[in-house]
């Protein structure tokens, strides 16, 4: 009698209630001995909760949110505690997943995020970051941060360090998913979160360093065209050229730029180039347009947020600040097809295949 009670007075008082809440109310109905009636409090609690959630729909929360606050807070979930609950979700993401965040820049972190951010939903685990993460102060993560991750004790699980994508590294997180994990290694392919629903929200940008990205980007736009950029009709292509003067195959690399160039100019009627390089001498001497406006940052990090505001992207070499400026943008992006410069044609093929996204474009 107590039940109906309680979940008369929430209905009246317009709490909304989840769906997991209406679960475990109807489990703890039947485990009462109330199997007839459980099924019925169950549709008016749906219709109830269905009013409520449009009504209230300013303060519900998003499905991922919801299962973290419940399986949390109050209630004792314990299999002993619940008779009969199946919710296995509730019960086994428990296990912690993390990986080594030390000795890489920031945009590299982004690979080491993105991809165990995808490996914690594919395996039912919970994601746990550093508390100190240099990704704080630019995303608003969903992972839990942690100040201290010492206390657990990690199961270390390697990626092979000799290919870009290790196919086996799935089956053994799933072989260990129900230990807390460490991982190691770069994990820099698209083919560990391709398939992951979320992670563009992961990495959007908090507002003020949107803001701050994106003043800029129209900044140095219009301070080479001598008027406002927000009324702009040209199209931006973003290139990013990282320490040209210490790489081999200067002329290769040159020939790319000028064909990846005229590549967008046949396509387009009006298009700017925008070019972040750190040696900008080398950049005005060979990459030959008259549209194209040259910055340098000292933060590698702020120059990827800065191109990601392009339209499209010209990816010169395998860097992780075009890469993921490239992503973000959402363009198209076009690759050196001839990089890396092996005579191993099956390990240049397995290279681009792991890096470089299918959409884009091979020059």
Request: proline residues 3%.
């Given at each position: 009698m107590w039940l109906v009670c309680v979940v008369?007075?929430?209905?009246?008082?317009?709490?909304?209630?989840t769906k997991e809440q209406r679960k475990l109310i109807g489990v703890l109905w039947i485990?009462?001995?109330?199997?007839?009636?459980?099924?019925n409090i169950q549709n008016v609690m749906e219709q109830n909760g269905d009013q409520l959630s449009s009504r209230y729909s300013h303060s519900t929360h998003s499905k991922h949110?919801?299962?973290?606050?419940?399986?949390?807070?109050?209630?004792?979930?314990?299999?002993s505690s619940v008779p009969n609950l199946h919710n296995e979700k509730l019960l086994s993401c428990s296990k912690l997943l993390t990986?080594?965040?030390?000795?890489?820049?920031?945009?590299?972190?982004?690979?080491?995020?993105?991809?165990?951010?995808?490996?914690?939903?594919?395996?039912?685990?919970?994601?746990?970051?550093?508390?100190?993460?240099?990704l704080l102060r630019y995303f608003d993560l969903s992972a839990t941060p942690k100040h201290n991750l010492r206390p657990y004790k990690f199961t270390k699980v390697h990626s092979n360090a000799s290919v870009i994508y290790d196919v086996a590294l799935q089956p053994k997180v799933s072989q260990h998913h129900e230990r807390h994990i460490k991982l190691y290694g770069d994990l820099?392919?698209?083919?560990?979160?391709?398939?992951?629903?979320?992670?563009?929200?992961?990495?959007?940008?908090?507002?003020?360093?949107?803001?701050?990205?994106?003043h800029h980007f129209q900044k140095i736009l219009a301070n080479q065209n001598g008027h406002s950029f927000t009324d702009r009709s040209s199209l931006v292509i973003g290139i990013n050229v990282d320490k040209p003067q210490r790489r081999k195959g200067s002329h290769s690399r040159?020939?790319?730029?000028?064909?990846?160039?005229?590549?967008?100019?046949?396509?387009?009627?009006?298009?700017?180039?925008?070019?972040?390089?750190?040696?900008?001498k080398w950049c005005l001497n060979n990459i030959k347009t008259s549209r194209k406006v040259i910055f340098s940052s000292k933060d590698p990090f702020f120059a990827m947020a800065v191109l990601s505001h392009t339209d499209h992207f010209i990816l010169e070499t395998v860097n992780s600040i075009g890469w993921w400026a490239s992503w973000l943008s959402g363009g198209i992006t076009v690759y050196n097809k001839n990089y890396?410069?092996?005579?191993?044609?099956?390990?240049?093929?397995?290279?681009?295949?792991?890096?470089?996204?299918?959409s884009w474009i091979p020059l």
């Open positions: 008369t007075l929430l209905v009246v008082l317009g709490t909304v209630i485990s009462l001995g109330h199997e007839a009636l459980s099924e949110h919801t299962y973290r606050v419940f399986r949390n807070k109050h209630l004792n979930t314990s299999p990986t080594d965040y030390q000795k890489s820049h920031t945009v590299v972190h982004m690979f080491r995020y993105a991809a165990t951010f995808a490996l914690a939903q594919e395996n039912c685990m919970t994601l746990v970051i550093p508390e100190s993460l240099d820099m392919s698209w083919k560990y979160f391709h398939k992951t629903a979320g992670l563009r929200r992961e990495f959007t940008f908090k507002a003020e360093y949107q803001f701050n990205a994106s040159i020939v790319f730029l000028q064909k990846s160039i005229q590549y967008f100019k046949d396509r387009f009627q009006d298009v700017t180039f925008l070019v972040h390089c750190t040696d900008k890396p410069s092996s005579n191993k044609d099956a390990e240049k093929a397995n290279i681009q295949a792991d890096y470089f996204l299918p």
